[in-house]
Every structure is written in C-alpha cells, then in structure tokens.
C-alpha cells in the first residue's frame, strides 16, 4: 500500500468533560489532515478546543473528567485512540511530542538539563550508555541554537533565559526526531523578536528533520509565518479549512474574515479601535446545534437563520469551496452573504 501523502488524518473527533453542570462537548467532530513533512496552523479565539484536540491526539487529557466519544485519530495508518497505554506511552516523545506554552512547566526546575535530556534517550533508547545520551544531549542542545551546549547541560531551567529555556524544550521536543510535533501557543510567552525567532528555528529544524508540525496559536500573524494549511476552529468546529493562501486571500467564513481583519498592521496603527469581532463565544453548556457563529455576525440572513428551525435541528456540513478549501456550508455564516463592506470594516 502506498504511504498516505497526511501522516495524522483526525476524523471526526469528539471529545467532551464531565463537569458539576453535566457534559461539556469541547471538540464537537472535528477532521482535518496533517501533510508529511509540512505545517499545518490551528487558529481560533481561547477556548474554542485547540488544546482539547491536541491533548487527545496525544492522550493526554486531565482524567477523569476528559474523554473522547468519537472518531479517529490515524498516525501513519495507525489509529492511536486503539493504542493500550503502553503502545501510546512508546508512541509519545518517539514519534509524537508537544511543545506547551510556558517552558517552566515543560521542565523540571531541580534537575540539571543534561540530565532531563539524557533520560529521554535513556528511556527511548536502551542500547545507549548514559555518556552517550550525554553527549546525545549537548548535540541537540547546539542543534537549537543553544551557544556553549556544554556548560549549558550542567545548568538548571531558571539559570536560561525563556527564549534559551523554550529552545530546550524543543530540543527536548525534538530529541528523538518524532515525525510529528504538537506546538501549542509556543511562542505567547515570549516577546516578540524572541519569538520570530523560535518560529524561525522550528522551520529551519523542521527542513533538516523533515517533520510535520501542528503549530496551535490564536495568532494569525504566527499562522502566517509558518503555516501550509490552516484550520480555524469556532466554539468547538471546524468553521473553515484550506491552504494558507486560501484563508489569507480568499476567506470564505466570517469569523475567518473577523479573525483576519483584528490582525493589527502597520497601516492602521494611527487609528485607535483596533477591530475586534463584536460579540461572545457562546458558552458550551448550551450551543446550537446549526451554525455557531450566526449568532456573532448581524445581518438578515443571520436574522432570520436564527429564528429558522435549521438552526435548531441542523449542523451544517463543510462544502468544498475550490480544491482543499472547505467552509461551514450556512449563508447565515458566509462572507458572500454580506455583500460589500461589512460593518465592521475598517
Ligand atoms: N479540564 C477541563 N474541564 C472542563 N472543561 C474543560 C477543561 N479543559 C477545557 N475545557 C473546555 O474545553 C474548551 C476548550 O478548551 P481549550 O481546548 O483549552 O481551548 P483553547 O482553544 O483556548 O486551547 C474550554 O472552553 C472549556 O470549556
Ligand atoms: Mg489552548
């Protein structure tokens, strides 16, 4: 069988919480498809699911409140929500890892990071002795652009920087060259310039190791210095997916369009209201079952969807708008509803 050309293929994915007012659908039968060796962005406002959908790729969901009741998550053929604990344990690190936001809590602040390293190789990798994996160690460290590995392995987390703390961890992230890699918000925590070039070395790593990458962020800006393909999600769904191209230059969804158009940029810098989407997200406990955004996107069409009884009673399925560009299939929702000009232009 020819390999597929996507090394995750996520299908349908439903993930919930139990909480004290009942059960939360975070991730509301999500798909989507992870290229080989390319980026693929998850963008979306806070807490519409993208830490939910990667923590469940992973299987690392808070327990026992998370769980998945639906679909499929394929690495390489592989379906990982049919793995024992022990198959998703090797799989872990070897094959998939994740880079969280805030490097501190990656590491552990009393042990040196040589040896927080060598334990990754050590467990991995029985057939190296512990110098190897030292040694396996200051590699990786120069890999991500760490000057002086060698005095830097002896050091503990809070004697670095965050960008030189976030670089190990993505050298540990990266140490046994997993062929996809989990980045959430990796770069929030940091100031700017520090942050370019973070995005700059996870692609010129991502060159030489030829892995993917799933780089989750609520900033467009991040999507566009790194992404092949996007998806943004809203309050739980897919609203819209395609090239990067194709969202940047052709949205098709309103809260594509909303999220593009709160993206601060130079030119609008001297006027004061930066533009945000008017309106919640609406809280989980009680969505619709129709187009989410509908209700965030005032116009006759949405006026009259909302009173509809589609909206109640019917989840819009995703059309194929040009090859690989999908869009939630609601006119309440959709760019070309509005006509030129909406409000909230600039
Ligand atoms: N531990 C939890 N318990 C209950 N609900 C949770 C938990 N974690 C996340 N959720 C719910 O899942 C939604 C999505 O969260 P998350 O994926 O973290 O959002 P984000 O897109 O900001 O990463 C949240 O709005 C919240 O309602
Ligand atoms: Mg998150």
């Keep these: 069988m020819e390999p597929s050309e996507n090394i995750l293929e996520v299908r349908d994915l439903i993930t919930a919480f139990d909480t004290d007012s009942g059960q939360v659908t975070a991730v509301d039968s999500v798909s989507f498809d992870v290229p ?4 693929l962005g998850i963008v979306g406002e806070s807490g519409c699911g993208k830490s939910v959908t990667a923590l469940s790729i992973m299987r690392l969901l808070p327990q026992p409140m998370g769980k998945i009741l639906g679909g499929s998550i394929q690495l390489d053929g592989k379906d990982l929500l049919l793995c024992s604990p022990e198959e998703i344990r090797k799989v872990r690190g070897a094959r998939i ?22 334990e990754i190789f050590l467990l991995h990798r029985p057939e190296m002795s512990k110098k190897d994996a030292w040694n396996a160690s200051i590699d990786i460290l120069h890999k991500v652009g760490i000057p002086s590995p060698e005095i830097r392995v002896g050091e503990y987390p809070h004697q670095l920087s965050g960008g030189m703390r976030q670089r190990v961890v993505i050298a540990i992230a990266l140490a046994l060259k997993p062929q ?3 980045a ?45 393909r996007v998806v943004v999600m809203y309050a739980g769904r897919v609203a819209e997916m395609g090239t990067a191209d194709q969202i940047f ?11 593009l158009k709160s993206i601060p940029r130079l030119e609008n810098q001297r006027k004061s209201k930066l533009a945000t989407i008017p309106g919640l997200v609406p809280a989980l406990q009680n969505l619709p079952i129709g187009a989410r955004f509908a209700s965030r996107s005032p116009s006759p069409v949405s006026e009259a969807y909302l009173q509809s009884e589609a909206y109640k009673t019917t989840r819009p399925s995703l059309k194929e708008v040009e090859p690989g560009h999908w869009v939630e299939d609601c006119p309440a929702v959709l760019v070309e509803s509005m006509g030129q000009g909406s409000p909230e232009d600039l």
């Design 180 to 182: 996809l890699v989990i």
């Design 97 to 118: 890892s994740m880079i969280f936001q805030e490097p501190m809590s990656a590491l552990n602040p009393v042990q040196r990071i040589g040896k927080q390293l060598s």
């Design 249 to 259: 230059h052709n949205p098709q969804h309103l809260y594509t369009d909303g999220l």
């Design 36 to 39: 080989r060796s390319r980026t």
């Design 184 to 228: 959430d918000e990796p770069t929030t925590a940091l100031d700017v310039t520090i942050q370019a070039q973070i995005l700059a070395l996870m692609k010129s790593l991502q060159h030489e190791m030829g892995m993917s990458i799933i780089m989750i962020t609520h900033d467009l800006g991040v999507i566009a210095e790194t992404c092949d």
